[in-house]
């Protein structure tokens, strides 16, 4: 199964993000929301993007595995995800405007869905 080392990153990342949200929640005392703390706020939101763009991007990949698409083209579909949800993650974390990590990061999850959507239905039609 080639996508399980994507699943492995993204259920790491994960963690990560959690894990960084409950160490703000800890340092700001607060339990529910954002407590007003911008900091805070950046970080449910890496999380919540995460969550959002994550699940569908590996269900994609599981497809393409389903479909029997060649193995450069899944890791292409998955490297081009995580480098894109490394990015976002990074630019949000860092400021809640317009940065390049967010904007390069969005950009590179968007085409690794594209990709993604087009190879399955792509190498459905040539899978015996």
């Known amino acids: 199964m080639h996508s399980a080392p ?3 990153a993204f259920g790491l990342l994960t963690i990560l993000h959690a894990y960084r949200v409950i160490l ?3 340092r700001y005392r607060v339990g529910l929301g954002t407590g007003g ?3 805070l706020e ?3 939101r890496v999380f919540g993007n995460h969550a959002e763009f994550v699940p569908i991007g590996l269900i994609l990949l599981i497809g393409l595995e389903f479909v029997q698409a060649p193995t450069w083209y899944l890791h292409l579909c998955g490297i081009t995800l995580l480098a894109g949800r490394l990015l976002h993650a990074y630019g949000l974390s860092k ?3 317009v940065s390049f990590g967010r904007f390069r990061g969005m950009q590179l999850t ?3 869905l594209l990709l993604s ?3 399955v ?3 459905s039609l040539v899978v015996p």
């Open 95 to 97: 400021s809640d405007g």
């Open 121 to 123: 239905t792509l190498w």
């Open 117 to 119: 959507s087009i190879g």
């Open 37 to 39: 703390q911008p900091e």
């Open 24 to 26: 703000l929640r800890k």
């Open 6 to 8: 994507y699943f492995t």
């Open 110 to 112: 968007f085409l690794s």
């Open 42 to 44: 950046r970080m449910i």
